[in-house]
């Protein structure tokens, strides 16, 4: 018989390691056999596709059977249990009813099912629910879920099954996976391709829209197995949702609906690790959440062990630097990582190791031009081994089991390409790219790396918080090359920092990493089109605004793809710059001029020194030379001519990505412009041309206006989103403080003699207007959860001195000395901030074994010297109540050699 069959579309990659690699981004041909029995199939159907209602049953195991509550303790079920909810509310949304769930053990298809035209729904994980391969014989239709964990199987059959040895003729649609994420991502793969659900719909305004029913075509679609084997995203300096979004409890960066909602979008769009914010407690809240969602958790390059490093500094204050100190204090330090392995050891995680300096710079208390012992190299691997060493202990795995990643930030690529770094070999080496996309290294560093972490966004002073700003085609192009240079493909890392502006970029970084035969360029994946860095970009954006833009006209998603082409066109988005580099040059000029002008004697011209003249003509030269000012305004006036041809239910997101973020690049180029003509014109006239600095200014505020106007256009109407750019308040953009500084110089233009000075409220980050700094918090570090086993204030500092008078010297370790000659040993407190009791204890100690809180124990007042090797046992106590003593206690072993 004729029938029409539907274009069967197969996406799949393996990963390959090993020495023997030419790429680890390869693909393979489809295998014939299965698609061959599937087309025999169609033919047998007089079926090419089948219509989809609200009615259809789901068939799921017993354990999955109330996704509306998540009640299994089991974390496999909890996972997949969340997932289903999340595809039960699309459903509902879609089609208009509530799903009819039932177990494979109860379903009955003569009772549950309403006639054999009604398609019937199955979920499960492969590797748990044997029945759906034994019902469907998956594995000799096509579904390839043997390859790898994670592989997971979209497929529609009309031609029949049987069920428990009755014969059911209706359609069937399963989604399958192996293993729990894979189970998790079939699930979310039928929602984007059957009910067109797009990965990142909770925050591009694209809720499901009702229809009623969908057509479902003939189908069999792999995914996977994924090329890079960690997807993470990092929500790093997270301005936006950290202050729009807050956790009203003050426990966690975000609230609790908005910490799932992007775990759900990386699921979605098949991440599966997570960094949750810049500097998170270990014990926060959100991370267990992530657990239960089946998401791996990591740490950023300087939270080492995922220890909140912000923290450690506001805790010990003055203290900070001189404590963190690996050679001086890894007693100290090691109890925190303790603490800190102890709160996240339940969760799949992979260990961040090694040693950086607080808040994000270079450890400082080493030589990195030393080879020895006192080199960096020599002291960061030797603190990597006792990390590894202590998650050993308190996991119970071999240090060969456990998962590891070392972040090859500046100083430590140096010492890695000397051969100063001494790793465990399983440790994942992490490369960084500039902060703009670009990833550098020589052909050594790439050969020997196993991951990459990668900036959308960078908060630097220079990038973009508030824009896109990395094109994809160097994304395309930069990741291209990792994968055919590097050692394998263990860990990508997205530094995705505000999230909602950069879903474009985002989602092409994470579309690449799961698949990178998609875009991969320049043949660097055997098998793929050789196609250059820009038309890969090209597919992608058409490809995401046919997703996007799901009903618009094929003209108007060219021209949307068009736009984004121009955008990233702009000359200083090219050189990796953005709304950060033009709010620095507002900032600078306006800043600048106004203390000129304000310096300037009372009756004398303007005197507009050589630095405000530096910073006025690098603006000019951004805003006029190569077009910039003009490329731009093309851009955003383009962007809004184009809006009303953008079907109705898209235009909010079309006016909250595009519009605003073109309208941020022209018009912080106008202000530029304008402040930069002012500049120049009090420059020329030597400080006499004030009436037409005065008209620049003023367009120059007019143009804040127009831009603050798109903003509250992009946030929309309703409650959502609305206010969500008053969370702009960090040093680097800030839009609202720099107009706040060209007030201070329109004041100063037309009163030298006045000094208007508003305040500007330029923040960090969301640290310090959430939760992270409160007394509580910081008397409880290292842990946000109080508890008297861990907490830094109740520990006992006990170190040696590297030398003595005798010439003894002696080295401290994480939990125990070695001294020759004689040891000097000092023991003390640390004043923490917040603590509620602070400078009101003594340590109480013994040299002979014996418990420190009986009556034998000395209460330590001077250094005590050793001779022969000795226990020291100390304990903080209270001397008004003397059976007061806190729940630590330091044994600590100094061994004579």
Request: charged share 15%; net charge negative.
């Amino acid at each position: 018989d004729d029938v029409s069959i539907k274009v069967i579309s197969t996406e799949e990659h393996e990963v390959i390691t090993g020495p023997q690699d030419t790429s680890l981004c390869l693909t393979h041909d489809i295998m014939l056999l299965p698609i061959l029995l599937l087309v025999m199939e169609l033919f047998a159907s007089s079926r090419a596709s089948f219509s989809l209602t609200g009615d259809s049953p789901w068939v799921v195991p017993p354990e999955l059977a109330t996704p509306s509550e998540a009640r299994s303790d089991f974390a496999n079920d909890t996972a997949q249990t969340l997932a289903l909810r999340d595809i039960e509310l699309d459903w509902y949304k879609v089609l208009g009813y509530r799903a009819i769930i039932q177990t494979n053990t109860s379903f009955v298809p003569d009772v549950d099912v309403r006639n054999t035209s009604t398609p019937i729904l199955f979920f499960g994980d492969a590797t748990r629910h044997a029945w759906l391969e034994d019902t469907f014989n998956l594995s000799t239709r096509g579904c390839q879920l043997h390859r790898a964990a994670e592989v997971h199987c979209l497929a529609t059959f009309t031609g029949g099954f049987y069920w428990n040895g009755q014969y059911v003729s209706n359609p069937a649609i399963i989604a399958v996976g192996n293993g729990t994420r894979g189970a998790v991502y079939a699930m979310y793969a039928l929602s984007e391709i059957v009910l067109e659900v797009a990965p990142f719909h909770l925050f591009t305004f694209d809720q499901p829209s009702w229809k009623g029913a969908v057509t479902v075509p003939i189908l069999l679609q792999n995914f996977g197995p994924p090329t890079f084997v960690h997807r993470a995203i990092f929500l790093n300096d997270e301005e936006l949702l950290g202050f729009y979004r807050r956790d009203p409890l003050g426990e966690q960066i975000f609230d609790t609906a908005t910490v799932d909602d992007i775990l759900q979008t990386l699921l979605r769009i098949k991440g599966n690790t997570i960094i949750m914010g810049t500097t998170p407690y270990p014990d926060e809240r959100s991370l267990a959440m992530a657990s239960r969602r089946g998401v791996i958790i990591t740490a950023s390059h300087f939270e080492i062990l995922g220890f909140n490093a912000f923290a450690w500094s506001q805790a010990f204050q003055g203290a900070a630097r001189e404590l963190w100190d690996w050679t001086e204090h890894p007693d100290l330090m090691g109890h925190v990582f303790e603490a800190t392995i102890a709160a996240q050891r339940a969760y799949e995680m992979i260990w961040s190791v090694g040693l950086r300096g607080l808040n994000d710079y270079a450890y400082p208390n080493c030589d990195n031009a030393d080879p020895g012992p006192l080199g960096c190299g020599a002291i960061i691997s030797q603190a990597v081994g006792n990390q590894t060493q202590l998650l050993s202990q308190l996991t119970g795995q071999p240090v060969s089991e456990i998962k590891f990643k070392f972040n090859l930030w500046t100083e430590a690529l140096g010492l890695y390409q000397k051969g100063l770094l001494k790793l465990p070999p399983q440790t994942s080496l992490v490369m960084s790219d500039s902060g703009a996309g670009f990833i550098h290294g020589d052909d050594d560093t790439f050969h020997n790396a196993d991951g990459v972490y990668y900036h959308v966004q960078m908060l630097n002073g220079y990038g973009g918080q508030l824009t896109e700003f990395v094109p994809p085609s160097r994304i395309f192009e930069q990741l291209s090359t990792f994968c055919a240079r590097a050692r394998s493909t263990s860990i990508f890392v997205l530094n995705l920092s505000d999230l909602k502006p950069a879903v474009l970029t985002a989602q092409a970084a994470l579309q690449f990493v799961w698949n990178a035969s998609v875009y991969a360029v320049n043949a660097s994946v055997p098998g793929t089109v050789n196609r250059t860095a820009d038309e890969a970009q090209a597919e992608y954006l058409q490809a995401w605004v046919a997703q996007q833009f799901r009903g618009a006209d094929t003209s108007t998603q060219a021209s949307i793809a068009s736009l984004w082409s121009q955008y990233f066109d702009l000359g200083w988005i090219q050189q990796g710059g953005s709304d950060e580099k033009l709010a620095g040059i507002i900032g600078n000029i306006a800043s600048e001029l106004a203390k000129d002008i304000e310096n300037t004697r009372a009756g004398q011209p303007i005197n507009v020194s050589a630095n405000t003249l530096k910073s006025a003509t690098q603006g000019y030269d951004l805003a006029y030379e190569d077009g910039g000012l003009g490329n731009a305004t093309a851009v955003y006036t383009s962007a809004v001519a184009l809006l009303p041809s953008v079907p109705v239910a898209r235009q909010q997101f079309f006016r909250s990505h595009i519009v605003v973020q073109s309208a941020m690049q022209r018009f912080s180029v106008g202000i530029i412009a304008a402040l930069a003509n002012a500049t120049i014109a009090l420059s020329i006239s030597h400080g006499h041309a004030t009436s037409a600095a005065v008209l620049q200014v003023q367009a120059a505020l007019g143009l804040f206006d127009d831009m603050f106007q798109a903003q509250r256009d992009a946030e929309g109407p309703g409650a959502e989103w609305r206010g969500m750019y008053w969370a702009d308040r960090h040093r680097f953009t800030n839009f609202q403080a720099r107009r706040r500084e060209v007030l201070r110089l329109a004041a100063a233009l037309e009163d030298p003699t006045t000094r208007y000075a508003p305040p500007t409220m330029i923040d960090c980050c969301q640290m310090e207007y959430a939760y992270q700094w409160t007394p509580n918090h910081l008397a409880s570090y290292p842990l946000i959860t109080d508890d008297a086993s861990y907490r830094v204030r109740d520990f006992v500092l006990v170190s040696c001195a590297n030398a003595t008078v005798d010439g003894g010297r002696c080295h401290n370790g994480i939990n125990g000395s070695v001294f020759w000659g004689s040891a000097t040993v000092t023991l003390g407190l640390i004043a923490v901030a917040g603590d509620p009791i602070a400078g009101h204890a003594e340590i109480r100690y013994t040299l002979d074994g014996t418990d420190p809180t009986g009556d034998n124990a000395t209460v330590y007042a001077k250094p005590i010297i050793l001779h022969t090797t000795t226990t020291v046992r100390a304990v903080k106590a209270f001397p008004t109540t003397p059976a007061a003593v806190v729940a630590q206690q330091r044994i600590v072993s100094f061994v004579k050699m």
